[in-house]
């Protein structure tokens, strides 16, 4: 068992530091069982705006493309990877714990989970929303991407935001990542492999939309506003 532990200031924000950090993890392990933790009291409170905000263009693209190929390292793992919602996983924060197979959420009432993007004005990267269609229902996928909220556990639970509720979500996690480790590696592997090919994969018309349409937002003046009034309140 491989434990990788988000850890950085505002509450474990995913800087390029850390998102390279955990990729890096993620290729070490080499297929071994995988628990991600957050430091401290949260998970991760999403990207790191600060940084972000500090970017030029291509900066704000290579950043985009590190959080991509973080999500890819972990939905395709060969081996089993849970993650331990300690606290709030909110946005990007969110986003890692999908990739993930298995979230164990504390049962803290003051635990917030969620994809809030659309309410903040952030426009979401293919990758990430093809995540969040392979990891929740029709119904579920719906409300969470277009409600953004930010979900107290019993609701983040039936959303499929978590997959259980522990009051100690770490020691619950490593329970649960000790059984799953039980199994053959290559079967688990194969299984997985077939639950997951293809399923984060961008067409041709979707890489265009994305450079055409989204990734001007992030890249321009509206991404400058908006982290803005988020730092600001």
Excluded at 62 to 68: A, K, N, Q, S, T
Excluded at 193 to 211: H, I, K, M, P, Q
């Amino acid at each position: 068992m491989v434990e990788i532990t988000l850890s950085g200031p505002g509450k474990n924000a995913l800087s390029s530091r850390l998102m390279a950090h955990v990729v890096a993890e993620v290729r070490a392990a080499r297929g071994a069982p995988l628990l991600l933790r957050g430091e401290g009291d949260a998970f991760s409170a999403g990207l790191d705006l600060k940084e972000l905000a500090g970017l030029d263009a291509p900066g704000i693209e290579r950043f985009l493309e590190l959080l991509d190929e973080m999500v890819v390292a972990l939905f395709e793992h060969p081996g089993p990877t849970i993650a331990c919602l300690n606290g709030h996983a909110i946005a990007g924060g969110c986003v890692v714990a999908l990739a993930c197979d298995h979230r164990v959420l504390t049962t803290s009432p003051r635990a917030r989970v969620g994809l809030n993007e659309v309410a903040i004005g952030l426009r979401f990267p293919p990758r990430v929303l093809k995540l969040a269609r392979a990891r929740l229902g029709p119904l579920a996928e719906r409300r969470v991407l277009l409600e953004a909220g930010l979900y107290q556990p019993s609701d983040a639970l039936a959303l499929g935001l978590a997959d259980e509720l522990a009051d100690d979500p770490v020691a619950a996690g490593r329970a649960r990542l000790e059984k799953w480790a039980a199994h053959d590696p290559g079967a688990f592997a194969a299984a997985k492999s077939a639950l997951t090919r293809g399923a984060l994969d961008l067409d041709s018309g979707e890489v265009a939309r994305y450079r055409g349409e989204v990734l001007p937002r992030w890249t321009g003046d509206e991404l400058k506003k908006i982290v803005a009034s988020v730092l600001g309140r």
